[in-house]
Structures are given as structure tokens and as C-alpha cells.
């Protein structure tokens, strides 16, 4: 029998009218996305393998960072990023450093490899990380260190400090920024001694293509190529990344009115004598009064699913739920409130 792999990363897929669990966007890419899709999906090779190297949508990724396109690799959603860092940078006998609580998955794929995570706390009340803490986390084993821009599943947007303090350790810093849009983040050129996800699954609003990429030293993206499988990212993917990248700017708006609903959520929550955290993502971390499984079950059965997170450290009858349509977000609102 082979050793039992550490538990795996679940949020479940229950049949629901509406669904505020899993981040992400309230409404689908615009019609022109979908058109040039269509266009690229009739031109399509199909009995050809894709181009390997992806060189166009690095290209066009690169651009969007100011880099070349020798300093991106695009991947099936950013988590596939996550995992080729960590074959390289990480595996057994080495450390990854996460800040909890936070993205799951960090730790998660840490253990797959083989590595041990240490967890180091934010702020119990507040869930702010400082550069102190970052520090101290370094000094020690870290030949991976995890941060998360805004955090997930927090909303908290640490301060650039706290890169600064990792990059100082020995380790690769790894910057997920999967929320980057939702905070204002710009798309740079990645910090010296830094790799940075991204993804198209929240903003972008193309979740179900699974399309991700990092942004790193040259030398690293060459060494996460040598582990990619070959052909790994299909032509529609890859379209499709062209696609949603031409369209950037239409995203503008839509962004802008999931901030302003979330200004709206947060203030309904605590409208509702709910303890609601500020988010500079697109959901908000809040614990109702009560026992957050009961109050988890009873919205379910109002056809709404919200993510419980109760059972994790420092997440004591805390649940999180995704900024939708404004009509979702009252009828969410509604619910909660007849329940508590
Ligand atoms: C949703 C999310 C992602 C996205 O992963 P994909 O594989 O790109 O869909 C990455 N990081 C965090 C913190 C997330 O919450």
C-alpha cells in the first residue's frame, strides 16, 4: 500500500441557485471574448499538436508585465504555476513557509512535494502579516516562502514590506496574486528575487478554461519549462489567453462594480451586527453569531453556498463568501438575516 497522501483541497460542488463559494466572477467574459473564441476555435489545428512554447500568449502576457517573453510561462490555471515552482524550487527534505490562515492550497501542494510547511501566524484580530514576522520566518528553513496578495481567504492586502522581508531570506519567494485585479495591484515586472502567479479564473472571468501563469527570472522560467510536460497547455487555452487579453479593458467595469458591491456586502454584513473583515479581494471573510456549520447548512438550503472555513486555525465559526451579482448579494444577504 502506498503511504497516504495528505488530505486533499476540496471546496464542494453542491447544486445551487446561487453560488458564492469558490470566487469566482458573477458573470462570464464579455460577448466579444466569446466571438473571438469562436473565430480562433475555426482556425484551429486540431490534428497538430499546439506550439509547445506558447510563444504567442507569453508574448502578450509579457507585455502585459513589461517583460519578455523568456520571463513567463503560461499553465493550467495558476495552480500548475504553483506546482512547477515548487518541483523546482521545493521537494522532499526542503521548507516551505506559509502565513496562515491563507490559501490552502500553498501548503497543500507544499506536502505533495514532499516538503514540510511551517505555518507562521498573522495577526490573530486582524490578520495583518508584518515584515518582523516575515523575518523571523526566514531566518529559519525556508527554501520556499508563500505569500498571497491579497490573502485568500482573509481579503487582507499585505504591504509591499513584507516582500522585501522574504526576499531577503535564502528561499524563492512566491507572490500569488490571483486577486490583484480586485486590490488595484499593477501588472509589473516581478520583484528581484520573486516569482508572481496570476490568474485568468477570478477577474478574467474565464474560470472553466483553467489558465494561469507566473512571472520570474528568466533562468527560473527555463528551469519550470524543463519540468512542464511536453505540450502542456492545449491551443484553446491558449486562444483563449490571447482572447481575454485583448479584451483587458473591457474588465474595467466589471471590476468596478464587484468593489462597489463589495463596499455594499461589507456594509450589509455588519449592517446585520455580523463581524465582517475589510477585503481588498472579491469576497469577504465574516463570523456570524452562532455556529458557522448550522448557518453554512441553513443558506444551503436556501440555494446559497458560501465557503465554510470554521474548521481551519484561527478561522474559529468564520465563513467566506464571494462578491456576486448585486441581486445575489441580497438575496445572500436576506437569507443570513432570517437565519441568525
Ligand atoms: C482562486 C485562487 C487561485 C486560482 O487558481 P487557478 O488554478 O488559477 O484557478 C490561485 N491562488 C489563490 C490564492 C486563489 O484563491
Not at 523568456?70 to 504553483?82: A, D, K, W
Amino acid at each position: 500500500m502506498a503511504e497516504r497522501l495528505p488530505r486533499g483541497y476540496h471546496s464542494p460542488q453542491v447544486d445551487v441557485e446561487v453560488r458564492l463559494n469558490t470566487n469566482e466572477a458573477p458573470a462570464g467574459p464579455p460577448p466579444a471574448f466569446v466571438e473571438a473564441l469562436s473565430r480562433a476555435l475555426g482556425e484551429l489545428n486540431f490534428n497538430r499538436y499546439p506550439d509547445r512554447e506558447a510563444r504567442r500568449l507569453r508574448a502578450a502576457v509579457g507585455e502585459r508585465h513589461g517583460v519578455g517573453p523568456e520571463q513567463v510561462l503560461c499553465t493550467n490555471g495558476s495552480n500548475e504555476s504553483i506546482s512547477l515552482l515548487l518541483a523546482t524550487a521545493g521537494g522532499p527534505g526542503r521548507t516551505a513557509v506559509v502565513f496562515g490562515p491563507t490559501y490552502a492550497l500553498h501548503a497543500h501542494l507544499s506536502r505533495l512535494a514532499g516538503m514540510e510547511v511551517l505555518e507562521f501566524e498573522r495577526d490573530p484580530v486582524d490578520f495583518a502579516l508584518s515584515a518582523e514576522t516575515v523575518t523571523r520566518a526566514v531566518s529559519g528553513p525556508s527554501d520556499v516562502v508563500f505569500l498571497c496578495r491579497p490573502n485568500n481567504p482573509t481579503g487582507t492586502l499585505d504591504g509591499t514590506d513584507v516582500i522585501g522581508a522574504a526576499t531577503a531570506g535564502r528561499g524563492l519567494t512566491v507572490v500569488d496574486e490571483a486577486y490583484a485585479e480586485f486590490a488595484g495591484l499593477p501588472a509589473g515586472p516581478p520583484p528581484a528575487g520573486a516569482a508572481v502567479t496570476r490568474t485568468f479564473s477570478k477577474a478574467f472571468g474565464i474560470a472553466a478554461l483553467r489558465l494561469g501563469y507566473v512571472v520570474a527570472d528568466a533562468d527560473l522560467v527555463e528551469e519550470l519549462v524543463e519540468r512542464a510536460l511536453p505540450y502542456h497547455l492545449d491551443a484553446l487555452k491558449q486562444a483563449a489567453g490571447l482572447a481575454a487579453l485583448e479584451l483587458v479593458g473591457s474588465l474595467e467595469p466589471m471590476i468596478a462594480q464587484v468593489i462597489d458591491e463589495r463596499t455594499e456586502l461589507l456594509a450589509g454584513l455588519r449592517d446585520l451586527g455580523v463581524q465582517a473583515w475589510d477585503s481588498s479581494a472579491n469576497f469577504i471573510l465574516f463570523r456570524p453569531e452562532g455556529t458557522a456549520g448550522e448557518i453554512w447548512a441553513a443558506l444551503v438550503e436556501r440555494s446559497i453556498l458560501v465557503r465554510d472555513l470554521s474548521g481551519l486555525p484561527g478561522l474559529a465559526n468564520c465563513l467566506r463568501v464571494t462578491v456576486g451579482t448585486p441581486e445575489e448579494n441580497l438575496r445572500f444577504l436576506d437569507a443570513l438575516s432570517a437565519i441568525i
